[in-house]
């Protein structure tokens, strides 16, 4: 396990996107080591923060002593958000922060499983709880783990990588994992990438239903940011990207195009954002600072006064 602190990536941009005044109340959907938050509290907001992993809440209690009643941290996912701040009697908020997929934090942690870069057990679970990357990967199917590793590692040679997982079951740590892996892509040290790099992702995203989970938490932060609030956005791959950059597309009225075959919409629910901001991406300085900011990109956009969508297109009412 390694020292290094958390680095936050994009947070001066991400958090300048939520144009935080005194006395506002935001979500930092993701807390993770807490940078976000700081920096929200620091710019005079109470904030609400949620995170499923029970390490970071541990790891939060000098923060909530200092932020007092400035700061309350819920163990819950994000896509919880929208019934755990109506448990509390929060409706709206003025803005919503996210950081997605994997901290720093958690894969600098060995005994956490997320990271061939130190040898630990196959764990990878964000919450702690449910079933571990071990347990999956020597009970499922080769079908299923090759499938996982198309769709969410976006694997070019996935059948050949499950079928080499499958006939060196049971796995239990991750030094085995990504030997496998090696061996059934060919790895030569020199390589700038490490092969085993897909699959650890498309196995952790899996485990974790990151992008269901993005998806419900985009949902939710449309439920309760009040008009003029703002959403903020930071993902760390293509999967990920795209469902935001759809997400705040279509509620934001650009519609699918149209063909011979299939006449344009027309109409559909009013806009729920507006004000999309072009893509951020962060600068070479902050890249030659934290190498884990080069794939990051921010997207962010404006609630308007207009109902919030259904999960199937259509304003809720």
Known sequence: MTDAPHIPVLMAEAVAALAIQPGETHVDATFGAGGYTRAMLAAGARVIAFDRDPTAHAAAAPLLTEAGDRLTLIQAPFSAMASELAARGIDLVDGVVMDIGVSSMQLDQADRGFSFQYDGPLDMRMSREGITAAEWLNTAAEAEISDV?????????????????????????????????????????????DPATRAFQAIRIHLNDEL????????????????????????????????????????????????????????????????????????????SVNPRARSATLRAGLRTASAPWSSNGSALV
């Open 149 to 193: 590793l198309d769709r969410y590692g976006e694997e070019p040679r996935h059948r050949r990588v499950a079928n080499f997982i499958v006939g060196a079951r049971p796995l239990s740590r991750t030094g085995e994992l990504a030997a496998v892996v090696r061996r059934a892509l060919g790895h030569r040290p020199h390589e700038k990438k």
């Open 212 to 287: 269901g989970e993005l998806t419900a938490g985009l949902d939710a932060a449309e439920r309760v940011l009040r008009p003029g609030g703002r959403l903020s956005v930071v993902s760390f791959h293509s999967l990920e990207d795209r469902i935001v950059k759809r997400f705040l597309r279509e509620r934001g009225g650009a519609m699918p195009a149209g063909s011979r075959h299939r006449p344009v919409v027309v109409q559909g629910p009013a806009p729920s954002f507006g004000d999309i901001a072009k893509a951020v991406r962060p600068s070479d300085e902050e890249i």
